[in-house]
């Protein structure tokens, strides 16, 4: 099992930058892909970007491609998603998550955090 904790959201202008971080505890974080989702108001959650246990492979959603990067650190157990040039759409609030490589590719992942909010001013 693991635990997640995100931190890094906050307000930022239209334009701006934030970046995200999710720690994982235990010590099998590699054996985990992993993901971040986001959830805005009133709508269902979905699925942002995931990456691949050793950090090779990853995967955007056609919304973030190009604004946002994915990173992992194994040695730390943490993973990031660095967010630029965000838009008043990308207000939500962001979860990290891990899971298998399937549970990760089908979008249900194994284990969530508890979600950070992130809100972007036009």
């Known amino acids: 099992q693991v635990q997640l904790v995100e931190s890094g959201g906050g307000l930022v202008q239209a334009g701006g930058s934030l970046r995200l971080s999710c720690a994982a505890s235990?010590?099998?974080?590699?054996?985990?892909?992993m993901a971040w989702f986001r959830q805005a108001p009133g709508k269902e959650r979905e699925f942002v970007v995931s990456?691949?246990?050793?950090?090779?492979?990853?995967y955007y959603a056609d919304s973030v491609k190009g604004r946002f990067t994915i990173s992992r650190d194994n040695a730390k157990n943490t993973v990031y998603l660095q967010m630029n040039n965000l838009k008043p759409e990308d207000t939500a609030v962001y979860y990290c998550?891990?899971?298998?490589?399937?549970?990760?590719?089908?979008?249900?992942?194994?284990?969530w955090g508890q979600g950070t909010q992130v809100t972007v001013s036009s």
């Open positions: 235990g010590r099998t974080f590699s054996s985990y892909a």
């Open positions: 998550a891990a899971g298998s490589s399937y549970s990760v590719s089908t979008k249900t992942p194994d284990y």
């Open positions: 990456i691949s246990r050793s950090g090779g492979s990853t």
